[in-house]
């Protein structure tokens, strides 16, 4: 197993200041910009026509701001409420290039898609279609049917909302007087860096992934010409960026795959292609350490924590998830009916508290998820209803708490014996990081081997097939029966780790390659 840790700069390496010095006179030459489908901020229309902004609480948002000091930073970023198209249409009718928000330190250009053509790029393509094969979804019989209606999506949406993005960055860094280094995030953007490099040959590019990267052969259930279109302009850009090293692998592979003229260099993790090198790095994702503990010492989850209080028992297992499928929640509930089968000796006095947020509703496999898990959870529920009392009352096995409220969430997390993150495929699971962090009781971690956090933390915790219901109720036992100072050495472990392996180390690892890249390229001299 690789563990990849030692590619990100230690906290102590970055110091009190932050950044290297090579990294931080690149930027100090450069112009930033950043590019994502969802934006750091929000306009809102009040009810007298002005405009108020809302802060995005976004990790990456931080991260960014990290750096925003020392550089001319740019956030390029879909219209997404009524008064960001407002605000966008505004800009555009008064020739302003750059909206620059009252009372923020970010700068930003909006994209305006029409509507249709959003609706295609967003609910048709990036969630469900690129997403689902992403996180190896598929009901492979049955899904995905690429239709008429599919294809319409790809070229009306996907294709024309990707080539809008382009133009919208290219409009800020024409703008700007300094040389533009752009970072591209996600799944949203796979054609964006193809047609920036048309238009801008000489720009840095740099793509993060945040999900996973699914290897070749299940590539194959996308259309051909969709997945080479994506390969194809993938590998514009200088740096492609995953969490894990499996999933840079697999993305070396998909290239290969797919393209005509691909050269692999695995040892130095270089694509060679159309007389380009793309480097392919690791960048494991973290947590804004200060803000999580900040949150978590609010008054707000204080006030949770004190009523969750009627909720622990003896052992608390927790798990915080959207309700997504990805997060496997249907088989963690099953794991512990079959703990509790296994292990009669705990009923009573365990209690399993679910924190799961509703998530994209307006895809049907999502409502039918949250179904699944309404229904086991009656189920465990009902079997066990006059098993045990708990404080004078029935006791109840599972407690889901359904809505959004990351106070609450963070609350919990102190108080977990057990928390479990089992995704069946994951990016990274930023939870499994913030109850390292923050967690008061030793607890230890279970994680599903597919789940990003498992190359970071799983030295420090217990590591499970994601689908091996029996081995995650085993493991369930094992983490409430372990011995108390091997429950302490592996949480003070973990703490340390995400402690310096945090989001401000995760940016300056991106920042610091692309300033080796310039430097050897001799770019920006
Ligand atoms: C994607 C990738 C990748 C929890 N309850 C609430 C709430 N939370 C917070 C958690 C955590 C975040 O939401 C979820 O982050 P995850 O990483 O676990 O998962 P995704 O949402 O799927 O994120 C993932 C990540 O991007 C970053 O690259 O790690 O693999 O899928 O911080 O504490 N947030 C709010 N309300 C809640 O009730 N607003």
Redesign the pocket.
Known sequence: MVHDTQHVNSGDEIGGNGLPGSARELLEKTTLIIASNRGPLEFHIEEDGSYSTKRGSGGVVTAVSAVSRYNDLIWVASAMTDGDRARAREADEAGEVIISPPDSDIRLRFVLADEDAYDGYYNRISNPLLWFLQHYLWDTPRSPDIDKETWRAWRDGYVTVNRQFAEEIVAAARASKRKPLVMLQDYHLYLTPGIIREMMPDVTLQHFI??PWPDPDYWQLLPREMRSAICDSMLANDIVGFQTSSHARSFMNTCDFNLDGVDLDYRHREIHYRGRTTKVAVYP?SIDCDAVEAVAASEDALRHEEHLNAFVNEFTIVR???A?PSKNIVRGFLAYDRFLEKFPEFIGRVNFLA?L?PSRLEVLEYVDYLDDINTVVGRINTKYANAAEQDGVAWQPISLFI????P??LAALKRYDVLLVNAIF??????AK?GALLNQQDGVIILSEAA?AYQQLGPHSLTVSSTDIESTAEAIHTALTMNPDKRAAWSSELRELVRTQNIRAWIYAQIDDLAKLTTATREYR
């Open positions: 945040h999900i994702i915080v998830d959207r997504e924190f947020v809505g959004d409220d990351y609450r969430a994951d990016g990274m699971n930023l939870v913030e990003g």
